[in-house]
């Protein structure tokens, strides 16, 4: 089945909108089997959609196109599917009732404009959009089907996955229902998760669970689409490959599906009971604000404290001050640690201290992070040289801290190796 | 003339990577008068490829095609190119010791894969990369002009800008040399920057300058737009209209050009020989982020502290704690702020507090900032409600701490009102 995806408006044509709902469409479609071929950009002109619509029509079995649909004037595309097809546009009464009701519900009347909205090209196909007033609509173009989609992500999202991509899958014979289960990982890069997972989901009949990796330094996210006839079905294929991928990833799985490395992090600080402060430097307050901003961190979060150098840290955390050239390590680190805990009060103290490189950004600038962990009755040091650049580096020692934090609550080893870092030799 | 652009890629097509280098083409040429008509993505398939550039070489005048020139198997924009236009590939024997030259340079032996990126259409125009292994092209295909570019995003910055932008205005016979002026600006809305600066390029000859908004809240990116016959031509032009848009929007200028809020801030502190503390409740450490990363900021930023609750402020800067019930005020901003410079022992210190509404994330969510800046001899205080969801009121207290602070260090009014504020009834 060839598919196409048509992008439409004045927005995305001339760069003032970044094309993410092109990405997110193909991603979804990928994680189900299913590879978009050719995609096509037009503005809000009735002559280029005309044209597009029926080049498409065309080429392709299968068409998306995205935008067009709302009540404003160069909102044209149900206009030029009509066109396009050869039919009139009709009152759509049902929808035109579900709109009415949408503005009831919010106490306004409906604008006359968005009546627009209700009108579809005869014959077509009803796309439900439960949130929005943008219906979606199916409708066959020369050789193509075509499914309108609106340009809101959020509204396409919703109908891309319970409108388009069951209506799609079943076009094609293949099964109805589709999962997909991800692993978000810290510290194994692309080509050892591929070695480490070679062969994981082959004992899966007819390759309905299929293997992907997405690389966003310092994450990992390792995914398995997997499709069958229902969740239950799915849930067997499913189950002995999501448990040979935990087992050969291990503790480099730092959160699944919709869960975060700093979500898992305040959950265990929570399950502890456990309070917390941190002490950062050179990530100059982003170890913070990775925690902060999530719900119920404030009871847990209790302080942070962002210093430029050893000297200040010590400070901050009142220690005497460090005497002049002392360095960082695990030592300074430690001590940082168990006075910030003093201070603050808290049961955790997370301090992360970063000797760098000197001189000019480069390719190769390094970083050392020394980072501790004070508790009541223990402590955990982890050092670790990452080369890369600075911001490279401090990315990276914002990951190491939380996901030291991570294993140290959940009982796990802390100075297990990661790939991102190198032999410091000087 | 009509201008299309192809993107190519298996990247793209699948959506791993989001298409930014299609924005920034259509974006630069925008900005001088050039508008894109179509846009076609493609993966790295033979006949797909061919299929793109036949389509685009029989409707357009000129194409940019963006990726495909690397040295790999699935690279394979020349041998398409040469097919499309009926020619053989040819070397480039001046392009081959450019690249020798660039492995010498890195001490390495060039990799024999890479002398098919001197493999060129027979008749294309070579279009020089100065910072990488990829020449682009210029060739006709059908009845339009072609354009390949790498696919790398900095590299096709570079030839877009000098190459390419300047052809397509030849071309066109328009005036050769452009030139974009930007201002980034906090506290006004678009559709208030329009009003305000409605007619100040209606004095050029030929709407040479044009003027353009970018609004990513919670600033704005105004844009002059200018072409001309050279620099000097261009210079003479502008000038009128940029003095007039800074007069028309004052004070809320926070930069220019690749200038940043942040960078000013710490310009103005570093002109002032001035070190700072802050003090930050709700931001969760954004604030510090914003300053701590930049060159320099280490001696200048001495010390962020990160505290959940008033209570906690209070404590974190050695102030007894906050009595139960206390709420976020300007005195108790102010305190803060004094306590945070005389513990850190800098010049300036910034505290930011936030009272939130209680409850859930809603789009009416409010915030009332409490902002205090302490220095040697004066204090300066700040006070705004921001409504729209907690993400909302957080990059809006950031930004406000930052103007504050540069309106404070710049000697200009800090209350000024801006358009994100709304009125506190309560």
Request: charged content about 25%; some cysteine; aromatic content about 4%.
């Amino acid at each position: 089945m060839r598919i196409e995806v048509i992008c439409t408006g004045d927005e995305v044509l001339t760069g003032k909108t970044v094309n993410t709902n092109f990405a997110h469409i193909t991603q979804k479609l990928e994680e189900v089997g299913l590879a978009v071929k050719w995609e096509t950009t037009v503005g809000d002109e009735r002559d280029e959609l005309l044209l597009a619509f029926q080049l498409a029509g065309g080429r392709a079995d299968a068409v998306i196109v995205n935008g067009g649909l709302g009540p404003t004037v160069d909102d044209l595309s149900q206009e030029i599917a009509a066109r396009a097809a050869g039919v009139e546009l009709v009152l759509n009464e049902a929808w035109l009732a579900r709109m009415e009701a949408y503005f009831a519900r919010r106490s306004r009347a409906m604008p006359p404009t968005n009546r627009k909205q209700a009108m579809l090209p005869a014959g077509a196909e009803l796309l439900d959009n439960p949130i929005g007033t943008a219906c979606g609509f199916a409708l066959d173009i020369g050789r193509a089907h075509f499914y309108f989609t609106p340009g809101v992500p959020r509204e396409l999202r919703c109908m891309l996955e319970s409108e388009i991509v069951p209506r799609l899958l079943a076009r094609q014979g293949a099964a109805s229902a589709i999962h997909l289960k991800r692993f978000h990982c810290f510290g194994i890069g692309e080509s050892r998760a591929d070695a480490l997972l070679a062969g994981t989901a082959d004992g899966v009949p007819d390759g309905t669970v299929k293997l992907g990796f997405r690389a966003h330094y310092p994450q990992l996210e390792v995914k398995l689409a997997a499709r069958g006839r229902d969740m239950d079905d799915i849930g067997h294929k499913l189950a002995p490959v999501e448990a040979a991928v935990r087992r050969r990833l291990g503790n480099h799985v730092v959160a699944e599906d919709e869960r975060t490395l700093e979500g898992v992090v305040l959950e265990a600080l929570a399950a502890h009971a456990a309070t917390l402060c941190t002490v950062e430097m050179f990530t100059g307050g982003q170890l913070a604000a990775r925690l902060a901003h999530l719900p119920g961190a404030a009871r847990i979060l209790r302080r942070g404290t962002v210093a430029p150098e050893l000297d200040e840290a010590f400070a901050a955390v009142g220690l005497e001050r460090a005497a002049a050239g002392e360095r960082v390590t695990l030592a300074s680190s430690l001590a940082v640690a168990r006075a910030a805990r003093r201070q603050a009060g808290t049961t955790h103290a997370l301090a992360v201290l970063v000797a760098l490189d000197e001189g000019a950004e480069r390719a190769d600038f390094a970083g050392t992070v020394c980072l501790a962990i004070a508790a009541a009755d223990v402590v955990v040091t982890r050092r670790a040289h990452l080369v890369g650049g600075r911001d490279w580096v401090r990315l990276g020692a914002v990951e190491l801290a939380l996901d030291c934090l991570r294993r140290h609550l959940q009982g796990l080893p802390v100075a297990e190796r990661i790939d991102f870092e190198t032999i410091d030799d000087r």
